[in-house]
């Protein structure tokens, strides 16, 4: 037999060793922590705070800018040749401050939203309501999320009204998320 | 025919090529098992919060073929048509230089040795290069959690990629197409080097062949830079984070069209060409 057959038949039985012995510790590990629970409630408890969906709306650049002109955030768009293939989404929910202090709860740096079957996901800034929530009040709120081609995937959708909205506030141990089941589209 | 199969898989199992090849990508996949993976295994939850924008450690971030934060990927994508063509890539040439192919066209029909090559070129190709990469992803599944990816952007994939949805929901089956299409393409890529020993005198330009169309290929694909077609040079083919926009079709048809092309080639000229 020549070496490098001898070679060749360690690696063989090396290689048969590890799918051997690895499955052990892939199950020990994977029980160790396992995938995240998903939480399906019509709100869900985050931070001390109640949240809970209210509206989701898909809208044009412009008809955005029409329906909010004081805003900033995406006016840069209108106007621009590919302002079509872009679309601001907006999701309002309503946060209830179960503590017994006031809290500063603001919906972006506490969440993230994802579009499905687009696979969008996206922050972005709260264009209405208030972040500083006094011990027991309820305020709304609205996030607006940017999408484009370059994050998410049209061509998997016919119509935006397909789309499954949903807020993450956490993705484990358990997923904590609000979704919006309809959406209406602004054109 | 099953004589002659046995008798090219002993001489893939016999030759310093294939070990070479193997032992190289195994050393790659253990470097960055015991710099990258060891470290991050020992602690789990590091930078874990519990908020969206955390997630504990998984073998979907920081595996071999995702962690492009180190050269180890990088490294065995550039040589990967080497890795696939050392093994037995230049067994043809040697056998029509050395008079050996005269002993097997006496004994058996030109087609059945052509066949025979082709298939097990093709297959020591993809093994040489998969062997590692099993190797590599079994060892790093058990010490990190396979956590399904979630799209909070830790996960490099973003959702307008090809087959996003698998990678979101079943990435064990994204996994396997992967490694399939590795394999394939280190197959096809190992094959072209039979077709360019009827090109090539010297063994040396047979064996460097595949890996100059595998980067050719890349530096046609960035000058025309098509928003049709797309990247398909096959490095962002085979590039499991898809930094580059690429299209399953392309995926699929690169190297269906390279390989009939090349055996078409070997085919054509094998049958045909004396051999005195």
Avoid at chain 1, 6 to 14: D, E, F
Avoid at chain 1, 64 to 75: A, E, S, T, V
Avoid at chain 2, 44 to 51: A, Q, T, V, Y
Wanted: some cysteine.
């Amino acid at each position: 037999m020549t070496f490098a057959k001898k070679v060749n038949i360690s690696i063989g039985i090396i290689m048969i060793i590890v799918c051997l012995i690895t499955p052990f510790f892939i199950i020990d590990i994977n029980r160790r922590f396992p995938n995240a629970k998903i939480i399906e409630n019509a709100s869900v408890m985050w931070r001390d705070c109640e949240i809970t969906p209210l509206d989701a709306h898909i809208y044009s650049v412009k008809s955005f800018n029409n329906k909010y002109p004081d805003l900033p955030y995406y006016l840069y768009l209108e106007g621009r040749d590919n302002q079509d293939s872009y679309y601001i989404i907006t999701a309002t929910v309503s946060v209830t401050n179960n503590s017994e202090e006031r809290k500063m709860f603001s919906l972006s740096s506490n969440s993230y939203v994802e579009v499905k079957p687009i696979y969008l996901s996206n922050g972005g800034p709260v264009i209405d309501g208030d972040t500083v929530i006094e011990a027991g009040e309820t305020k709304n709120q609205t996030i607006a999320v940017l999408c484009s081609e370059t994050i998410a995937d049209y061509s998997r959708c016919d119509s935006f009204e397909d789309n499954t909205i949903e807020i993450v506030f956490s993705y484990y141990p358990e997923r904590l998320s609000v979704k919006f089941n309809s959406v209406t589209v602004e054109n | 025919m099953k004589r002659l199969f046995k008798i090219e898989i002993d001489r893939i199992i016999n030759s310093w090529g294939y070990v070479l090849s193997v032992v190289i990508g195994l050393i790659l996949v253990f470097i960055q098992f015991f710099v990258v993976i060891i470290p991050e295994s020992n602690n789990i939850l590091s930078g874990f919060d519990g908020s969206f924008a955390s997630y504990p450690k998984s073998i979907f971030i920081t595996w071999f073929l995702f962690d492009d934060r180190h050269p180890y990927m990088f490294i065995f994508m550039i040589i990967l048509p080497i890795l696939a063509t050392i093994p037995h890539g230049g067994s043809y040439h040697n056998d029509l230089k050395s008079g050996y192919i005269k002993n097997i066209y006496s004994r058996i029909s030109r087609k059945k040795y052509l066949l025979v090559k082709y298939i097990t070129t093709f297959v020591a190709g993809g093994m040489a290069v998969l062997i590692p990469l099993i190797i590599s992803f079994l060892l790093t599944a058990s010490v990190l959690p396979s956590l399904t990816p979630v799209m909070n952007g830790l996960f490099k994939l973003s959702g307008n990629r090809v087959m996003a949805d698998l990678y979101f929901s079943k990435p064990y089956l994204y996994l396997f197409i992967y490694m399939c299409l590795y394999f394939i393409y280190a197959g096809v890529f190992a094959t072209i080097a039979l077709s360019a020993s009827y090109v090539f005198n010297y063994l040396f330009f047979v064996l460097l062949t595949p890996f100059g169309i595998y980067y050719g290929l890349g530096v046609v694909s960035s000058y025309i830079n098509n928003p049709v077609l797309k990247s398909f040079g096959p490095q962002c083919l085979l590039y499991l984070s898809q930094i580059r926009l690429v299209r399953m079709d392309v995926m699929i048809l690169e190297p269906l069209i390279l390989g009939v092309i090349s055996f078409a080639f070997y085919w054509i000229r094998g049958n045909k060409d004396d051999i005195c």
